[in-house]
């Protein structure tokens, strides 16, 4: 059995199990409970906070963790990273009030930035010589420059609608984001073998997000002229219908 924690709630939790349901992975979440096994394959769901999943997967807690990819970097957990799933994309990014002219990096030089991942703010500003005095606040840090908490912010920028309805504009993007599947170091080999198969079956539903399945019944005398044309992975599967001089033609495209 392995055991595998996601958000509790919000966006990547609906992701989340968005994905085991196309996987065929059956999981009822409930609000109240916290521990949920699935009713057709050998996994239990433990559903926690975003920022404790690195810690859980990297502890033991937890075989595997499926977290965005700014929580794992900023926690530093020592799990290993197993597959980028290309969902919940987002973007670390500074952002400073919309009036403000800027001319570079150098504006943040002394300035007070508030945000909730000091850890990759600190690293990208040493990395660019710049000395900013790091202000750790959690939730609603859009708010900050507003009430002159501080000068600027670090966070996470999706549609940048947030930044907008706070009077702010996006500066610098740091970093990228998006959902990534972790793991403990020190999984079991029977564990490991129920990991390839749930990532066969993620594999398999990414493999499909950009298809379409195509059918069609057609005249027989004009099966060649719709072969040719027809911009399938492989030659479709054609089968007669009950009707004399018809076919069914089955295939797959790219969307």
């Known amino acids: 059995m392995l055991r595998i924690a996601v958000q509790s709630k919000g966006r990547l939790f609906e992701e989340t199990m968005a994905l085991l349901q196309e996987a065929d992975i059956k999981i009822s979440a409930s609000k109240r409970i916290l521990l949920v096994q699935s009713s057709n394959f050998p996994i239990e769901v433990l559903f926690l906070r975003d920022d404790d999943i690195p810690q859980s997967v990297a502890g033991g807690v937890a075989d595997l963790g499926i977290v965005g990819e700014n929580e794992f970097v900023e926690r530093k957990e020592d799990a290993e990273v197993i597959k980028r799933l290309g969902f919940s994309k987002c973007r670390l990014s500074l952002a400073i009030p919309k009036d403000v002219d800027y ?10 930035i508030a945000t909730s991942y000091p850890g990759i703010l600190k690293d990208f500003m040493e990395r660019n010589g710049i000395h900013s005095d ?30 907008v309805s706070n009077s702010l504009k996006e500066v610098e993007v740091v970093m990228k984001s998006e959902a990534l599947l972790i793991g403990n170091k020190n999984m079991s080999e029977e564990k490991k073998e129920i990991l390839n198969e749930l990532l066969f ?7 499909a997000e950009d298809k379409k399945y ?14 040719e044309v027809l911009p399938g992975m492989k030659s479709p599967t054609v089968m007669p219908l009950a009707q004399e001089g018809w076919c069914s033609v089955h295939t797959l495209l790219d969307e």
Do not use: C, Q, Y
């Not at 959690?138 to 920028?157: C, H, K, R």
């Not at 079956?201 to 493999?207: F, H, L, S």
């Not at 195509?214 to 072969?227: K, Q």
């Open 134 to 163: 790091i202000h750790v606040i959690t939730g609603s840090v859009e708010i900050a420059p507003g009430i002159s908490l501080a000068d600027a912010i670090f966070d996470i920028v999706s549609s940048g609608s947030t930044l």
């Open 214 to 227: 195509v059918l069609m019944n057609a005249p027989t005398e004009r099966l060649e002229e719709i072969i």
């Open 103 to 112: 001319p570079g990096l150098s504006w943040f030089e002394g300035r007070k």
């Open 201 to 207: 079956r993620i594999e398999a539903v990414k493999a």
